[in-house]
């Protein structure tokens, strides 16, 4: 236990202070929304709390709506972000196409500043889970051809872009934990599905080009080997570079498509 931790463990009953250890596994990740509370035997000894603190402070957390218990199941982490139906706000910015932009602007300032941190405080646990979803990633890329898509017969014959952007958002995702930033951390999960749908849309604008997809696998290997080994600079200055790739990646193919409406605009005056 920690200096800091002694010290707000005697400043605090022993039932606040289990439940503000149980605050912290839930900030830091450990125990995640939905997740069922580990035993009391478990917690008690991960914790060194009695079993009485243990339940007193639990039924604090449930006071503030952390965690739920269900007659018969016991006790499991709340949903701390709001789940089913997206706001409002949120369908006014997923429908509209220049928040692409302004995703691509907010990624670059957290996810950035997420590869530093992640380079600094990375643990050889979060390594390894980068690591793994890195491969995972990989995997997935390699379903696609070299020459792709010339090579692709119909839509059933290409790789799912889907679980390829899925793959893609849980490699960064794992750099932000590793981050042990907490606000940080659920500062992307608040925006996650929005995060998910630039990754995707992006993904589907560019990766049928073999330049931009080049340029995509490359920039995410940069970031991997920046943050595995412990360069913040390099690892901020990789995310930076694909964040800022991709926006200038998207631009130019929208000015290329106005350039052929214009050439055909021109085309079919002479026509």
Request: proline residues 6%; contains cysteine; aromatic residues 4%.
């Amino acid at each position: 236990m920690q200096v800091s931790e002694r010290m707000a463990c005697g400043e605090q009953r022993a039932p606040e202070h289990a439940a503000a250890r149980l605050e912290q596994l839930i900030l830091d990740g450990v125990l995640k929304p939905g997740q069922m509370i580990p035993s009391e035997r478990r917690l008690c000894e991960r914790l060194g709390i009695s079993r009485a603190s243990l339940r007193e402070g639990l039924r604090l957390l449930r006071g503030k709506g952390i965690i739920e218990t269900r007659h018969g199941k016991g006790s499991s982490v709340a949903q701390l972000l709001p789940s089913g139906d997206i706001s409002p706000l949120m369908h006014l910015f997923r429908d509209q196409p220049r928040t692409l932009y302004d995703l691509l602007e907010v990624r670059a300032l957290l996810e950035g500043q997420s590869a530093r941190l992640a380079a600094q405080r990375g643990t050889p646990a979060d390594r390894v889970l980068i690591r793994r979803h890195y491969e995972a990633m990989a995997a997935c890329v390699r379903e696609y051809p070299p020459d792709f898509p010339s090579s692709a017969q119909g839509d059933e014959a290409l790789p799912d872009a889907q679980q390829l952007a899925r793959h893609d958002h849980a490699f960064h995702h794992a750099i932000c934990e590793a981050s042990h930033n907490p606000v940080l951390v659920h500062t992307l999960k608040g925006i996650n599905d929005l995060l998910l749908s630039s990754v995707f849309a992006s993904l589907r604008n560019l990766y049928h080009r073999p330049i931009p997809r080049g340029q995509i696998n490359a920039q995410h290997t940069a970031i991997y080997r920046a943050v595995m080994d412990q360069q913040p600079d390099a690892a901020e200055s990789a995310a930076l570079d694909h964040l800022h790739g991709i926006r200038d990646s998207l631009r130019e193919l929208e000015a290329e498509d106005e350039r052929l409406i214009r050439s055909a605009m021109r085309l079919e005056g002479f026509e």
